[in-house]
């Protein structure tokens, strides 16, 4: 009988009998930390994935659970890193000098959003802000992610209205970021139809137009300053020089300075829309 005070690994196999259960032969078990804290055997058999002999195969197929965990963190901290000047032949803001790079992941949300809605709309509107937030102690960062939600629907259901031409195809992508001063802050983009409409002027003192309208939408998080950029991008399907330049833009998203991956952080730290391709085959998974 085994000492359950004995020193055993986790991934060591064994051979035992366990006097506990009526109905166990000689089973194979996967030794864990439970065993290690058991009071004796029996205790360890009640505790432990058992499994027969002709199936201690299945002893090296992960748990569900395992799978799960996994999975949550493919996005962070596992996230592939590049530091060449292009992404999909086009120019991103990298440097190799200084160690400046980009999150794959980011540059592929924003490379598939923008092609999807193209494959729908031949001419596309790009724009970019920030969402600034006031300082806290405190970050509840999944509040941050329902409240981000919220803003964007209510700047779709904005966008939808015949006032803005009925625009019910729009994409967006944000990334969150907290810098040297730990100060939570969002880069984000949004890009649609282009409109007939004038798009209106922002300034400190006065908004109009579409930024009147993203402005009172981002009431919906506590607290938020929004800051726009002026240039607004329009891409014509075909134009590989505008397109290339929108996304060496969009690209700052992406950089690796400032994010909070690999912290161990089980909320999200960046999203896209999920437009899918009119021809769903254009595009490889």
């Not at 395992?66 to 996005?75: P, Y």
């Not at 970019?128 to 992610?145: A, C, G, H, T, W």
């Not at 944000?174 to 802050?185: L, P, Y």
């Amino acid at each position: 009988m085994f000492n359950s005070r004995s020193s055993v690994s986790h991934t060591k196999k064994d051979t035992l009998l366990c006097p506990g259960l009526n109905n166990c032969s000689i089973l194979t078990v996967a030794l864990t930390p439970y065993y290690m804290r058991a009071g004796g055997l029996t205790d360890a058999c009640m505790w432990l994935y058992l499994l027969p002999i002709r199936n201690s195969q299945h002893l090296h197929r992960p748990s569900r659970l395992n799978q799960k965990r996994k999975t949550s963190r493919i996005g962070t901290e596992n996230l592939k890193k590049i530091f060449l000047p292009t992404f999909n032949g086009l120019t991103i803001n990298t440097n190799s000098t200084m160690g400046w790079g980009c999150y794959v992941a980011i540059l592929d949300g924003i490379y598939r959003q923008l092609v999807n809605l193209q494959s729908h709309d031949s001419r596309i509107q790009v724009i970019r802000f920030d969402i600034r937030l006031p300082s806290k102690q405190i970050y509840d960062v999944k509040e941050e992610n329902r409240q981000l939600r919220a803003f964007f629907k209510c700047v779709k259901e904005n966008l939808a209205l015949k006032r803005w031409g009925g625009r019910r195809r729009v994409v967006h992508g944000w990334v969150r970021e907290v810098g040297h001063t730990n100060h939570g802050h969002y880069h984000a983009f949004m890009a649609f139809k282009r409109l007939t409409v004038r798009f209106g002027t922002f300034s400190r003192e006065r908004y109009t137009g579409l930024w009147e309208m993203l402005r009172r939408c981002s009431k919906r998080i506590t607290g938020a300053n929004l800051r726009f950029c002026p240039v607004v991008h329009v891409l014509e399907r075909g134009d590989a020089t505008a397109f290339n330049n929108c996304f060496y833009h969009l690209s700052y998203l992406a950089k690796l300075r400032d994010k909070e991956f690999g912290t161990g952080s089980r909320h999200k730290l960046y999203d896209f829309s999920r437009l899918k391709h009119k021809d769903a085959s254009a595009i490889s998974p």
